[in-house]
């Protein structure tokens, strides 16, 4: 079964267009876990853009499944996640300019500092991702900082998939990410995958092998507004683990 994580990022930044104390991002991620969500995923930036600390807390001491935690590699984060102390932790590259996060994680380009935070958090018991491009070598720097687990970036693989004309055109790319995520089973990591993944191609991860989790947000929200939260996880997951929406 692949867990179905729902980031609830985008519930706060309606909220925090006009300042309100609604909607509430905590009684979303509520919702999410009565519609069968495995995890609640929330991304606290730097510019509290949308997600605020005090939203951190509230959801770590409300929700009944596990909290991951995504944020850049800064000292204040790390304190705040071994406070906070999650289930997981996703390290994720991050611009203030950027409107989403736009790659994976240039492991090599600050290994030292990386490793260094995987270590913190792996005292404090925090399963630790990285956010990464589908690449095997950044598979392997993973492993080597100590990661337990890799979030491979589906934003380029979502829209050459959406874009692919023809069947074996959309079955070619899952077969490059079923490469990397076999790599990553085979170096001992768990395989997650997020952003840009919809209700119009995230069943095609049903294909590759390995899939572990899929960490979702904006498709999700959207489709909340229309059918309600846990209506629109019960169909992601769906999407996801039953067999006859298997391409």
């Given at each position: 079964?692949?867990?179905?994580?729902?980031?609830?990022?985008?519930?706060?930044?309606?909220?925090?267009?006009?300042?309100?104390?609604?909607?509430?991002?905590?009684?979303?991620?509520?919702?999410?876990?009565?519609?069968?969500?495995?995890?609640?995923?929330?991304?606290?930036?730097?510019?509290?853009?949308?997600?605020?600390?005090?939203?951190?807390?509230?959801?770590?001491?409300?929700?009944?499944?596990?909290?991951?935690?995504?944020?850049?590699?800064?000292?204040?984060?790390?304190?705040?996640?071994?406070?906070?102390?999650?289930?997981?932790?996703?390290?994720?590259?991050?611009?203030?300019?950027?409107?989403?996060?736009?790659?994976?994680?240039?492991?090599?380009?600050?290994?030292?500092?990386?490793?260094?935070?995987?270590?913190?958090?792996?005292?404090?018991?925090?399963?630790?991702?990285?956010?990464?491009?589908?690449?095997?070598?950044?598979?392997?720097?993973?492993?080597?900082?100590?990661?337990?687990?890799?979030?491979?970036?589906?934003?380029?693989?979502?829209?050459?998939?959406?874009?692919?004309?023809?069947?074996?055109?959309?079955?070619?790319?899952?077969?490059?990410?079923?490469?990397?995520?076999?790599?990553?089973?085979?170096?001992?990591?768990?395989?997650?995958?997020?952003?840009?993944?919809?209700?119009?191609?995230?069943?095609?991860?049903?294909?590759?092998?390995?899939?572990?989790?899929?960490?979702?947000?904006?498709?999700?929200?959207?489709r909340a507004i229309f059918i309600g939260m846990q209506a629109a996880v019960r169909e992601m997951k769906d999407l996801l683990n039953d067999p006859k929406n298997r391409p």
């Amino acid at each position: 079964m692949i867990r179905l994580g729902i980031n609830i990022d985008h519930v706060a930044t309606v909220r925090q267009a006009r300042g309100e104390p609604y909607p509430d991002p905590v009684q979303a991620a509520v919702f999410a876990e009565l519609g069968g969500a495995d995890n609640i995923t929330c991304h606290l930036r730097e510019d509290r853009r949308h997600v605020q600390d005090r939203d951190v807390e509230l959801l770590k001491a409300t929700i009944k499944i596990p909290l991951n935690f995504e944020m850049a590699n800064t000292p204040f984060m790390v304190d705040f996640a071994c406070k906070i102390k999650p289930h997981a932790v996703t390290l994720v590259p991050e611009k203030r300019e950027e409107l989403t996060t736009e790659g994976g994680l240039d492991i090599g380009k600050s290994k030292g500092a990386l490793q260094e935070a995987v270590a913190r958090l792996n005292k404090h018991g925090i399963l630790v991702s990285m956010f990464i491009e589908p690449d095997a070598k950044a598979v392997d720097l993973s492993r080597e900082i100590g990661a337990g687990a890799v979030e491979f970036h589906t934003g380029r693989f979502c829209h050459e998939i959406d874009a692919a004309p023809t069947t074996r055109a959309k079955i070619a790319l899952v077969e490059k990410l079923t490469a990397v995520s076999r790599h990553a089973q085979k170096a001992g990591l768990q395989a997650h995958f997020g952003h840009g993944l919809n209700y119009g191609n995230a069943h095609w991860l049903q294909r590759v092998e390995g899939a572990e989790e899929a960490n979702i947000g904006h498709a999700v929200v959207a489709r909340a507004i229309f059918i309600g939260m846990q209506a629109a996880v019960r169909e992601m997951k769906d999407l996801l683990n039953d067999p006859k929406n298997r391409p």
